[in-house]
DNA sequence: CGGCATTTGTTGACCCATTGAACTTATGCT
DNA sequence: AGCATAAGTTCAATGGGTCAACAAATGCCG
């Protein structure tokens, strides 16, 4: 398996030093260890890296000292020859944290190195009509209340990333419709609450993150769909999201699938989001608008009580979403699309439906099927996604958190 | 302007030695003087790329004697100071080659560091109904006489790039329909003239080789649109061409654009090929189907004398590109889009509806216009793009091209 | 039970690329 | 002519990886 990734320091059009040789180094033994399934030797990094036994031993003993690593029990040695000691990523040690801010909830979780959950918190409640300044605050004092419960854990946690439903710009938030949000600096009103004043924010879609926390050792390249009242697309390949010259990538949304359809609000005809969004399928499915409670509910619960119209609309939006996939995955060439959002609650309806749709229009489903799947987190995906994009910048370049 | 570009050196899971450092500041040397207009001195490499004027010294001596760099005049200084010697690609000395094999031509490319045209020859003549094998060898006999003709002119070509219409994998042209050739080694083939035989050969795409002929400084992220009887992709983002998992990133032929449309071959219904494809573009203005003949030519000559039945033809193959491109350009968010193959030609009569429409279509047009053109090359176009890849390999690898 | 092969991890001399500061060279300005 | 200024070079110092030898710890086999 390769241990791919990249961006380990060195930065294209920077000047390499000494320090950057070892920055690289170190990164890269780390990742042996974070990619094994086991604890590992350090022959084995040596090996697996092509580095020399004695680099290895070196570069160990730094990530050791910096509290990266913790040696284990000595490994079962297949022949003979002196038992190696294991190595693995330290548990307890630097974490990541993921704050997400949403339409209806607030949600935090922490990792630790090795990516698990240390804790976890999910705060109810509808946000809207609140000032952005309140949800904030509140926001940022959960954020430092799990810091805190972090801490007295023996956590240290080494950045923060937000995730926030609307599109960011240069770490603003430039605009924010279901919220109602507009122009918000969110790290520098969070920087307001004191225990997360000197911590290392970092701003992104909401979308971005939760399709982040799909990625795994064997799914490191698929379309996250997300669907809400809008319709979008965090676009991941090779276990990295693509962004887009200006980071608006992933507007499936607003693809035409139909030049006869309805017009959108933004003025073309037969957008995906008209078709295949919830309030389409709401209206399609003849619900009533429901006030406050998710879309979502009401049509899963409509769906289980095997309502005709609502199969029917679940269908109809099968087939948009079919088109509107198709051509993402020709241009992209991924295989995999994974349904988030309000999609993942409503894909034992979709997914039949969808999956065939696609089998019929990708050309190269002959040699490869398509794989369509519900995501399997809940509203705890976004946090959780960039709780773990925290770690993995933060196995990247190791030499940051290192005792001097 | 950020040097950008990757790949220098220091692959992601290899381990970084001495002299993947010299490597690494050896490339970005080389690119400062590759990316300024005008000769450059030592000394401004050195505040250009944060290094030393002392290791920016040792690295030219060594650009210098591996004949990648040639000191020109003396700068022109601005104040007082000794006067800077003036450092450039060295004209002449180490080059590139591209060649093309297309259905109704063949194309011969070569380049130097500078990427400027050295040497170009077309070779006018169907290919179809003859074997892979008898077209190689009269594509290998045209590469082996520019190549002789080129080290006459005391070019040494680092390496080829092989442009064919078809799909390419691992090197090997897996299926070219419009040749009707199926899993032909191609490196394979031409490496049976001697002159070849220890060339480096790569094979790739001629779309995605012609997507690159026409990145520029100015535009490094945009969509080629390779318009013949198929329509096809080049992605190229920040100057690289986007492959996809698997290497088929770009079909934008089958991007659905009418449920209500004609079937396709592919077995789907509406996509943009059977829409606006040459074949269908012909037939829906009422040109008899033409022999040999590539399509482009009697649709152009019909759109210049005013024919109604081609105007009508081409708006409506406009409007449902722009559906197509519309999706496409949501989900990669990139700006431009370079109409190419036989697009090019028509571009007069597709670019007006094709912009309004794109503009009615995308989401960010309020900010940001969306912008389309006509490819600046013809038939060189690949074999350009091919030859200047070569290139640029040999820039971000300079080591490998050093006499030691 | 003892010697031996085998593998792990460590040590120290060596190599090599960048740094930094001093130095030389070549020009313009006064 | 003298001085300021900037370009390019030289050389000892720094630091990181390699290489080879070695010590440590185990299994195997007689």
Redesign the pocket.
């Given at each position: 398996m390769p241990a791919s990734r990249s961006a380990t320091s060195l930065g294209p059009g920077l000047?390499?030093?000494?320090?950057?040789?070892?920055d690289?180094?170190?990164a890269l033994a780390l990742r042996v260890v974070a990619d094994a399934a086991g604890p590992v030797?350090?022959?084995?990094?040596?090996?697996a890296t092509?580095?020399?036994?004695?680099?290895?031993?070196?570069?160990?003993?730094l990530l050791l000292a910096g509290g990266l690593l913790r040696e284990t029990a000595?490994?079962a040695?297949?022949?003979?020859?002196?038992?190696?000691?294991?190595?693995t990523l330290a548990p307890g040690g630097l974490g990541g944290l993921g704050l997400e801010i949403n339409v209806d909830y607030l949600a935090v979780t922490v990792v630790d190195l090795t990516g698990e959950v240390v804790l976890r918190e999910v705060l109810d409640g509808d946000q809207r009509g609140l000032s952005s300044a309140v949800v904030l605050q509140t926001a940022a004092r959960l954020a430092a209340s799990a810091l805190a419960e972090a801490h007295e854990r023996g956590l240290r946690v080494a950045g923060t990333a937000v995730s926030v439903p609307g599109l960011v710009r240069d770490g603003r938030l430039v605009r924010a419709p279901n919220l109602g949000w507009y122009d918000v600096d969110v790290p520098g009103v969070l920087r307001r609450e004191p225990s997360l004043a000197a911590l290392d924010l970092s701003v992104d879609n909401e979308a971005n993150d939760a399709a982040r926390s799909e990625v795994t050792a064997l799914l490191r390249s698929f379309l996250f769909v997300s669907g809400e009242i809008g319709v979008g697309a965090g676009i991941v390949l090779d276990g990295v999201v693509f962004r887009g010259t200006r980071g608006w990538a992933g507007e499936l949304g607003h693809v035409g699938v139909d030049p006869a359809g309805p017009v959108c609000r933004c003025g073309a005809r037969g957008c995906l989001e008209v078709v295949a969004g919830l309030e389409a399928l709401t209206r399609t499915a003849g619900l009533a608008p429901t006030q406050g409670l998710p879309h979502g509910v009401a049509l899963r619960a409509a769906a289980e009580a095997g309502d005709p119209a609502t199969s029917a609309a679940l269908e109809a939006a099968a087939v948009a979403l079919a088109t509107a996939l198709g051509g993402a995955l020709h241009l992209l060439d991924v295989g995999t699309v994974v349904l988030g959002g309000a999609y993942a609650q409503l894909a034992p309806w979709l997914v039949p439906t969808l999956t065939r749709c696609l089998q019929e229009r990708l050309l190269w489903s002959g040699w490869e099927r398509p794989v369509v799947r519900a995501a399997t987190r809940g509203p705890e995906a976004a946090s959780l996604g960039g709780a773990r994009t925290v770690v993995t910048r933060l196995l990247s370049e190791p030499e940051r958190w290192l005792v001097t």
């Open positions: 000047p390499a030093r000494q320090q950057s040789l070892r690289h180094n170190l030797s350090r022959a084995q990094i040596a090996a092509g580095l020399t036994r004695a680099t290895a031993s070196t570069l160990v003993e000595l490994l040695t297949p022949g003979s020859g002196r038992p190696a000691v294991g190595l």
